[in-house]
């Protein structure tokens, strides 16, 4: 049974420069459920000026897979932190690892015209929301047998889609 209340919550995820402090977000990817179905959005993000290059972990590259010099040509961090915005306002964010998507989304959206006030709770609570026991089980099950291809807009339309399927039971 669909439960339009699964319509408030965003999933949210980035891939980075690395883990450190001073690490910056390379790619955000935005999912929610509208109508009843998926909607994804994402982006590559050309660092910001004031991001230290000195982030830039190989190993994490290797992870995502996103070179470097493929972020030069990728919309500059303040266009895409407006559009951020403005998907996310009003929203209820999730993360599967919110301390750090938190922190790159904090980075991000300060490179956008108009600051916002940020939360991001824990994918998991969203889960908790609006899903039945059995739900609960059949959203897991489906997490388990979709792989998390370690990038923003396929990671955060997992949940999504996890969310939405536990909503049939």
Not at 41 to 67: F, Q, T
Not at 85 to 99: E, N, V
Not at 102 to 128: C, H, M, N, T, V
Not at 142 to 161: I, N
């Amino acid at each position: 049974m669909y439960r339009e209340d699964a319509e408030q919550f965003v999933f949210i995820d980035f891939e980075a420069s690395g883990l450190g402090p001073q690490s910056w977000p390379v790619e955000i990817g935005l999912s929610w459920i509208e109508d009843a179905a998926v909607r994804t959005w994402s982006s590559l993000i050309c660092p910001a000026a004031s991001w230290s290059m000195e982030a830039w972990d190989p190993v994490s590259a290797r992870v995502h897979g996103i070179p470097l010099d493929q972020l030069a040509d990728a919309p500059d961090a303040g266009k895409i932190a407006a559009e951020a915005a403005k998907l996310i306002s009003g929203k209820t964010i999730c993360s599967d690892a919110p301390k750090h998507d938190e922190k790159w989304a904090r980075r991000l959206l300060l490179e956008g015209a108009q600051p916002i006030s940020l939360r991001i709770f824990d994918i998991y609570s969203a889960f908790e929301h609006v899903l039945s026991d059995a739900g609960m089980d059949q959203a897991y099950e489906k997490l388990a047998r979709l792989p998390a291809p370690h990038r923003a807009g396929p990671d955060a339309e997992r949940y999504a889609r996890a969310l939405l399927h536990g909503l049939k039971y």
